[in-house]
């Protein structure tokens, strides 16, 4: 059980475009779910946290217009990197709270060029 | 502001041997301490999670201290194998919230 899934994987897109990424708790409810940011050799930081049903609550320095998440329902959170520049490649990596612990998606390799 | 540290940075042993591994908070104030592996380009695998009210974990070839007071936990891993090479994180959560904050990682290389 707990299992927390992302899609896609992997993207590759050019400068300026748009890229949604989408976290889903498979099988169990998440209130809150929680999006981390992983460059290249380093530790995960906390980017935002998401409660369903609200605005999400983003970590400083974190620009919430450049990185848009959505919490629609128990199970599913995208984000949205918009207008997208490479040095916004990274590793994303959800996670899913279900009372005191976080299950963590797979993670989704972004690639800007 | 909690800190998270891991030493060391990067670790490599051959076959076999037995491997420690460090993690330090600055604020012992936390609900819950948890050890995760990361493969290259992978997501996190939970490995253990010690309550702040238990000393250790363990789990197979795997166990976990905890001394909440001094604010560090120490991962041990006995006979490791060309398999345990990954990297090693330790995360704690805040007992303010449900925040996690990870430290920096050790990455662990096992020569056959």
Redesign the interface.
Known sequence: GAVVS?HPSRVICKSGTSVKIECRSLDFQAT?M?WYRQFP??????MA?SNEGSKATYEQGVEKDKFLINHASLTLSTLTVTSAHPEDSS?Y?C?A?QV????????T?LTVL | KQEVTQIPAALSVPEGENLVLNCSFTDSAIYNLQWFRQDPGKGLTSLLLIQSSQREQTSGRLNASLDKSSGRSTLYIAASQPGDSATYLCAVLGAAGNKLTFGGGTRVLVKP
């Not at chain 1, 050799?41 to 906390?46: A, C, G, I, N, T």
């Open positions: 992302q809150t929680f050799k380093k530790s995960l930081m906390l946290t590793f990596i996670s709270s005191d612990t976080q299950y963590f998606g797979p993670g390799r």
